[in-house]
């Protein structure tokens, strides 16, 4: 027998039962996929329920044949799940993102049997994630689905990998593959069958293998065409499987960056995180096909799915609609010493699970792990082993890291993949927004041998804030706009960038962040976290990235202007954008991507940009008094920093100093020192204990502390900010 279904439906949860607890009529009933932290996880205070909680299932026996055997497969429990069958123990699995199975043959019973499964998302020093800048969701929150195969079959029992493993090998016109079956039980012949041709071959110790030949080779060229094949295979017991794959080729070249089937073929798109508002990570198929969706919207071609493995049917997507992947298990934040093990085989598990995808083109190591200890000899010597362990199952693709801003682009740990990635965030949360372009000249120039591309980078918005003179730290969609605008022509005027991978294409929940309106989440997204809203930021991709031509008003939200010349901005992949305002042609500009008008108002203006026959509208009118519902006023620093003259005091210090000279008076640095500490104290986990480099921190001391504050945010409100400029305003210089 060969059967597979879902086995999602009619579970029972507690949150408070413990292993000797018997399911009863006080348990939820639940259907996968499940998380108990969809509310909690996104509604901030870092405070979500994190511990061990149980499902349960009774079920049939199923009907089988004599000899076959039954399995269940887990595509997702996180993190750390206990599974029993009539109270035996049969699995224990670490790591909350990766498929496992488990074989319940032995331990059925005749009648119903009992499926208890523990599933722990609590703290502890071995499993990652444990320090991240985004929700551990607990909870079964992928498929479930229980597998009855024969005897000897298709493995099932390889770390969740597929049974096949296809290795297709591009030369000119032709592609060699080789398609390697696995099987349990006994050695039988395994019949493969790709297009019209057929090949029996007798596995030996469970390993069977073919090679074909394609002549005139259809590959898989990105988004432009991802043609995929289906190879299939069937034991003469009557198992059988099959699995996609494509034909391409990539290589990464320090000067072209990356090349997809031997062209260049420039990279651009977004991270993404899998969760949603209201869901958390327990997502429907339709939830991925509309992101999916979204991203092909914007033009993106590859998509960076962090920070741990995704959802199977994710990557079939990204293979359908030829987005190009970078995949990573969730090593991040901080190295724990007793987690090496788990990032093994997590590793092992995302390799496996996921070599014949064509859209992968990399395997991520770690996000950010040297941010809170720097780096360190166990850090290097961890990363060294990954490294050598997708070499040995991998061959094909390289590795990549995406390091912390301030790991020195020198420290070994950073060559130690094949190719380089940094995350860069001036122009948010440090410096301005020319230091990108920068750092990338300057890396360039002293590493011409190293391929480089730029893992993260990107700045908040809440769409509902808005300001008629968008200053960093102030949250607004036209920040986020101008910052994006930036990010875009610094990546198109360096065609050696491997790939950009803006963060992140969706606002996501990250529980212990408050700031920006909303607590729970991180609003760097290009879309809303209910996938509702396109911030004017997603527009300025898609006006770089996509063929679909369009034209987009900015700043349709920002309703009410006090300016009485306002600029109307619209962004487009058309050559000319006309703007109309109440019906009369204002002005007709060519530009490339944004066009930028200046109009006077008065009262209520109908605003419309038109090219063609492509045309945008929006309503704007002029106010007195601003509307207070635009300003982020958690911080309000920004109001502060428009007179700056206000602050100065001839003769005396002030936040208009740098530090380095505010260092220098021993009253002054002392005030310094404990705003600083104030200001530390109220971070999140993941900025405690971060250690700047000295080359970082001299950069910072020529910059005058007003800039600083005004990146601290949430953690020194205005008040605190009036009160430090005050006190220097007594100290004599
Ligand atoms: C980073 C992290 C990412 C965070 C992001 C941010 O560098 O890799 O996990 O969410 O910064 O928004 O601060």
Sequence with gaps: ???????????????????????????????????????????????????????????????????????????????????????????HHEGGYSTFRINLTWQLKEGTNLLQISVDNGKNRTVYPQKADFTFYGGIYRDVTMIIVPHTHFTLGDHGAPALKVTPKVSGTSAEVTVEAHTEGNDEPVTFTLNNETQQITAVHGVASAIFHLEQVHLWNGTEDPYLYTVSAELQSGDHTEADFGCRTIAFD?????????????????????????KGNALSRTDHEEDMALLREMGANTVRLAHYQHDQYFYDLCDRYGMIVWAEIPYISEHMEEGNA?????????????????????????NEITSTGGPSSEITANHRTLNDLCHHL?????????????????????????????????????????????????????????????????????PAYQNGAPAKGDWSEGYQALYHEHMLKMWSERPYIWAMHCWNMFDFGADGRNEGGKPGQNQKGLVTFDRQLKKDAFYIYKAYLSKDPFVHLCGRRYAERTESVTEIKVYSNQPEVTLIVDGKELNTIQAEHVFVFNVKISGVHQIEAVSGSLHDRMEIRHVETANPSYRNDEGGIMNWFDKPEELMKEGYYSIMDTMEDLKKNPTSAAILQRIMAKATASYGDVAKNVRMPEAMQKQMDRMPLQKLLQQAGKALSQQDVKQLNAALNQVKK
């Design 342 to 366: 788990n990032t093994i085989s997590q590793m092992k598990e995302l390799v496996l699970q996921n070599y014949n995808h064509p859209s992968i083109v990399c395997w991520g190591l770690s």
């Design 394 to 462: 991998d061959p094909t693709r390289p590795t990549a890291m995406a390091n912390v801003f301030m790991l020195d682009p020198d420290d070994p740990l950073v060559s130690l993949p094949d190719i380089r990635s940094y995350n860069l965030y001036y122009g948010w949360y440090i410096g301005e927004l020319e230091q990108n372009d920068e750092w990338f000249d300057s890396f360039h120039a002293s590493h011409p041998d190293e391929v480089i591309g730029l893992s993260e980078y990107g700045a908040d918005a809440n």
């Design 254 to 278: 320090p000067e072209q960056g990356f090349l997809l089937n031997g062209k260049q073929y420039r990279l651009c798109g977004a991270a993404r995180h899998q969760d949603r508002l209201g």
């Design 1 to 91: 027998m060969n059967q597979k279904f879902k086995f999602n439906e009619n579970w029972l949860f507690s949150q408070t039962a413990t292993a000797d607890t018997v399911p009863d009529e006080h348990w939820q009933r639940v259907t996968l996929p499940h998380t108990w932290n969809a509310k909690d996880g996104q509604d901030g205070g870092n405070d979500y329920c994190r511990g061990t909680c149980w499902y349960a299932k009774s079920f049939e026996r199923p009907d089988t044949d004599e000899g076959d055997e039954v399995w269940l497969q887990l595509e997702g429990a996180a993190m750390t799940a206990e599974v029993f069958l009539n109270g035996v123990r049969l699995a």
